[in-house]
């Protein structure tokens, strides 16, 4: 089994940034597509963002232009750099390998992302 631990989060003001970070436990990072998800309170949890073994990436539409996501299979890691934060961007952020369209592993603990003034 391959555990994942986020981190990164914390509180922040509308407009500022953070990166967060995913290692899994296990050398995975190039061996599967990667990717970012968030589940904010009393909502379902939702994609955000994909990177693939070729570096190709997707956004879902409301953090497109402000969310970049990258990896380094050197450090078996994936990042999201997160600009220009707003408000609905407060979630819990987790990253998953993905097999096809669906989350490979068990969900990790999540790290925290507060937007607030």
């Known amino acids: 089994q391959v555990q994942l631990v986020e981190s990164g989060g914390g509180l922040v003001q509308p407009g500022e940034s953070l990166r967060l970070s995913c290692v899994p436990s296990?050398?995975?990072?190039?061996?599967?597509?990667m990717g970012w998800y968030r589940q904010a309170p009393g909502k379902q949890r939702e994609w955000v963002a994909t990177?693939?073994?070729?570096?190709?990436?997707n956004y879902d539409d409301s953090v497109k232009g402000r969310f970049t996501i990258s990896r380094d299979n050197a450090k078996n890691t994936v990042y999201l750099q997160m600009n220009s934060l707003k408000p609905e961007d407060t979630a819990v952020y987790y990253c998953?390998?993905?097999?096809?369209?669906?989350?490979?592993?068990?969900w990790g603990q999540g790290t925290q992302v507060t937007v607030s003034s």
């Open positions: 296990r050398n995975i990072v190039n061996m599967y597509p």
């Open positions: 990177i693939t073994s070729d570096y190709t990436t």
């Open positions: 998953n390998a993905l097999w096809g369209a669906i989350p490979r592993f068990a």
